[in-house]
């Protein structure tokens, strides 16, 4: 069972190519075992690329605790470094398959390998029923949700996957273990909810940290940057259409949200090592 650890911005997941007869037929086994950092080889879960009817690529992603998600960004990156990278395609543009819709992948090469990424993340969804959130308001932007007795204003929305986004004036020193359950599991977040905690910097650059449904703080996470710029946007912290700096733990990502509330992304992608598993 050959694999490939490939990491974005430090957000690391464990790659398959499932375009041929290999097959996983329990992923969500593996994913638990594979992601343990002692007694697997340690990542934020694994991916699998496969053959799709609608698109170039399908991408299918588990979390560290075996759940399936929608989708992500820094994994959609690393498969687009992959297909290309290893043969697997000679395009620079073409189109991937997720539970989050067909993303438009653009691949800057030099010398045969793929130095940056962009993506076509499709259009922000502010619809609180969309998120989904259990609550009478059409939409929650910059409004009030109680975690576990303590209030906090936050804007949710979907960017193929749910996302739930607070600005602090700090978050460096926020205690994200203790913190990033209850969000993760409030009752009114019926799917659970990825959360980012965002500091602004100025009207082009961010900070945030990520709490991931499934998996906990991870160093990045792409559809959450891309929730939290659209977030600023709509707030008025950052401009519409023009590139977001976003600084995370892992490394850096550049969003852009445009007046039509469509979301393009770029950033790197990067092989760590290839490796065999023997059952």
């Excluded at 602004?200 to 792409?222: F, K, N, Q, Y």
């Excluded at 891309?226 to 995370?248: I, N, P, Q, R, T």
Aim: proline letters at 3%; a negative charge.
């Amino acid at each position: 069972m050959k694999f490939t650890k490939m990491h974005g911005a430090g957000n690391d997941y464990i790659y398959f190519d499932c375009t041929g007869d290999f097959q996983i037929s329990d992923p969500e086994a593996l994913s638990i075992h594979l992601s343990e950092r002692h007694f697997g080889i340690g990542s934020d879960g694994i991916v699998m690329i496969l053959p799709s009817k609608v698109a170039d690529f399908r991408m299918r992603i588990f979390n560290a605790d075996g759940s399936e998600a929608k989708m992500c960004g820094n994994g959609t990156r690393c498969v687009g470094k992959y297909v290309h990278d290893k043969g697997l395609t000679d395009k620079t543009d073409f189109t991937l398959e997720t539970l989050g819709g067909i993303k438009i992948l653009h691949l800057e090469v030099e010398d045969g390998t793929t130095k940056s990424v962009t993506v076509d993340m499709g259009k922000a969804d502010f619809t609180a029923a969309n998120v989904p959130v259990i609550t009478d308001r059409e939409t929650i932007i910059k409004s009030p949700l109680v975690f576990d007795g303590k209030e906090e204003i936050c804007t949710c929305l979907s960017v193929g996957n749910p996302h739930c986004v607070i600005f602090a004036d700090e978050v460096a020193s926020l205690d994200l273990e203790a913190i990033g359950p209850c969000h993760e599991h409030a009752p009114f977040f019926p799917e659970r909810i990825n959360t980012e905690f965002v500091r602004v910097i100025s009207d082009t650059e961010l900070e945030m940290r990520v709490w991931e449904r499934g998996s906990g703080e991870t160093l990045a996470c792409g559809t959450g940057t891309c929730a939290s710029v659209a977030a600023a946007a709509e707030a008025g912290y950052v401009k519409k259409d023009e590139f977001v700096l976003v600084h995370l733990r892992g490394g850096d990502i550049s969003v852009k949200y445009a007046s039509d509330g469509s979301l393009t992304m770029k950033g790197g992608a990067e092989f760590v090592f290839d490796g065999v598993l023997y059952e």
